[in-house]
């Protein structure tokens, strides 16, 4: 599975391309928009364990958007 997710961070859109690399885990590749992000991670690697979505590197504004996207998804 893979789907692009754009969120609002900072008060402007960032795009990530979401794939599936398990049940689990997941990476977001960041692509660019009309601007570049150089303030977003460019690859989140994101992984569900028992107390929620954790995202490396951490970025909590981010990480919250796209487990949100994933879960929606399911």
């Known amino acids: 599975m893979e789907f692009t997710c754009v969120l609002s961070v900072g008060g402007s859109l960032a795009y990530y391309v979401i794939t599936k690399l398990s049940d689990t885990a997941y990476t977001a590749t960041l692509k660019d928009g009309p601007t570049k992000r150089e303030d977003l991670p460019e690859v989140i690697r994101l992984e569900k364990g028992a107390?929620?979505?954790?995202?490396?590197?951490?970025?909590?504004?981010?990480?919250?958007?796209?487990?949100?996207?994933?879960?929606t998804a399911l």
């Open 51 to 71: 107390s929620g979505w954790q995202g490396e590197p951490s970025h909590d504004e981010v990480v919250k958007g796209l487990s949100y996207a994933i879960e």
